[in-house]
C-alpha cells in the first residue's frame, strides 16, 4: 500500500466584522469541503491581523466569538479539523518576528493590500499593516501547509509567504514547506452589490453593497432589490455588465447551475425577476446555518472549550517548527 502522508491544507479569517457572502462563497464554503476529502485541515480566526485596523475591542472579542461559533455551525468538524483562534497560539507572532528579517522593505511596499489600506487609512499607517505578510506568512509556514485556498484577492500574500520560505530554505537548508494558493474557479472575487468594479468587504462603508452572513432574509432581499445592474434590462453573462456578472456568479455558486442554464431560465425576464431570485437562493442557503449558529452561541462553555483545546493541538504543532528555524538561525538553546 502506498504510504502518502495526507496533504496539509490551512486557511484562516480576519475577525473584524461577521462574514460577508464574498467570504462565504470565496472561502469559508469551500474550505470547509477540504476536510471530507482526505486533507488535513487547520483553520483560524487573524485576530492578529485584525488591530492592523484599529478595532473597538469589545467588537473585536464579540466578533472573534461569533465567527468562531458561524464556522462550526457551517460544518466545521474538530474531529478532523484544527480549529484555532490566532492570538492563543504564541508562537504567530515569534515566528512572524523572525521572518520580518527575512523579507525585504521593496517586496512588503509592492503588496497591492497594503497600499489600498493605507490609502484608506491614511491616520494609521501602522508598521503592522506594512508587516502583515510576514505574520500571514508565519500562520502558514509554522503548520508545513502544502495549500492554501483563498479568495483572489490573497493569491498575492500567498506568494510572498513562498519567496520567504524559499529564501529560507536556500540559506540554510529545507525547513519550511513551500505552499501553493488555491483559488476556486467561481466566487473567488465577489464584488459589493453597488458597486460591482470594488470586491464585497467588512469594511465597505456603503452597507447596501455587502451582504452580511447573519442578515435577516428581508434584508437580503432589500439589498439584493437595490443592487446596481445596468439598463439592458437582460441576463446576460459579459465583463461590460459587471453588476449583472455579478449576481449570476453568486446565483451560479449557490445552484450550481452554469451560466448559460442561468442565461436560460431567465430569458425573456428582466432584472425584477432575476434579483429576488439570487435573494431567495442567498436566503435559502444561509437560514440552516443561521439556524446552528444562535442555538451553537447559547453555549458559551462549549464555545470556551473548543477554542481551548484547538489552540492546544496548534500550538503543540508550531512548536516544532518554531524550535526548528530557532536552532538553524543560531539562537542559543534555553537548556
Ligand atoms: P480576509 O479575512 O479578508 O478574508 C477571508 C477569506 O475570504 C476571502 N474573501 C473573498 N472571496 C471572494 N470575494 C470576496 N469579496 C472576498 N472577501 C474576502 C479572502 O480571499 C480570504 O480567503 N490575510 C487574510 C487572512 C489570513 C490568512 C492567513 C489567509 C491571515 N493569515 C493565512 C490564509 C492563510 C485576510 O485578510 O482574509
Not at 435577516?216 to 437582460?234: G, L, Y
Given at each position: ?124 499607517i501602522n508598521a503592522g499593516l506594512f508587516t502583515y505578510p510576514c505574520l500571514m506568512a508565519a500562520d502558514i509556514l509554522l503548520y508545513q501547509a502544502d495549500f492554501v ?187
Open positions: 500500500m502506498e504510504n502518502t502522508k495526507p496533504k496539509r491544507i490551512l486557511s484562516m479569517y480576519q475577525s473584524t466584522g461577521t462574514f460577508t457572502l464574498g467570504n462565504y462563497l470565496g472561502a469559508l464554503r469551500n474550505h470547509i469541503g477540504f476536510q471530507n476529502e482526505g486533507y488535513e485541515c487547520l483553520y483560524a480566526l487573524a485576530d492578529l491581523h485584525a488591530i492592523t485596523v484599529r478595532q473597538e475591542p469589545a467588537n473585536l472579542r464579540k466578533y472573534t466569538l461569533e465567527a468562531y461559533a458561524f464556522l462550526l455551525a457551517m460544518g466545521i468538524d474538530l474531529e478532523k479539523t484544527i480549529f484555532f483562534i490566532q492570538s492563543h497560539v504564541p508562537q504567530h507572532p515569534q515566528l512572524a518576528w523572525i521572518l520580518n528579517c527575512y523579507t525585504q522593505f521593496g517586496e512588503l511596499s509592492r503588496m497591492t493590500q497594503f497600499k489600498d489600506k493605507a490609502q484608506k487609512h491614511a491616520d494609521n485556498p483563498v479568495g483572489a484577492d490573497q493569491k498575492q500574500h500567498v506568494e510572498i509567504a513562498r519567496d520567504i520560505a524559499e529564501r529560507f530554505n536556500g540559506l540554510y537548508s529545507p525547513t519550511f514547506t513551500v505552499p501553493e494558493p488555491i483559488i476556486p474557479q467561481h466566487g473567488a472575487r465577489v464584488m459589493s452589490l453597488q458597486d460591482p468594479t470594488k470586491k464585497m468587504s467588512k469594511s465597505d462603508g456603503n452597507n447596501n453593497g455587502c451582504i452580511s452572513v447573519l442578515d435577516d432574509a428581508d434584508t437580503i432581499m432589500r439589498k439584493f432589490k437595490r443592487a446596481i445592474t445596468d439598463s439592458e434590462a437582460c441576463v446576460r453573462y459579459s465583463e461590460e455588465k459587471p453588476g449583472v456578472k455579478n449576481l449570476m456568479e453568486i446565483y451560479s455558486c449557490i445552484t450550481g447551475k452554469t451560466m448559460e442554464e442561468i442565461q436560460r431560465e431567465f430569458e425573456g425576464k428582466g432584472y425584477g425577476d432575476f434579483k429576488p431570485a439570487v435573494a431567495e437562493a442567498v436566503i435559502g442557503e444561509l437560514r440552516p446555518i443561521q439556524e446552528r449558529f444562535q442555538e451553537i452561541m447559547q453555549d458559551k462553555e462549549y464555545l470556551r472549550r473548543c477554542y481551548k483545546e484547538n489552540a492546544e493541538k496548534a500550538s503543540a504543532i508550531a512548536h516544532r517548527t518554531v524550535a526548528k528555524v530557532m536552532k538553524k538561525v543560531g539562537f542559543l538553546p534555553e537548556d
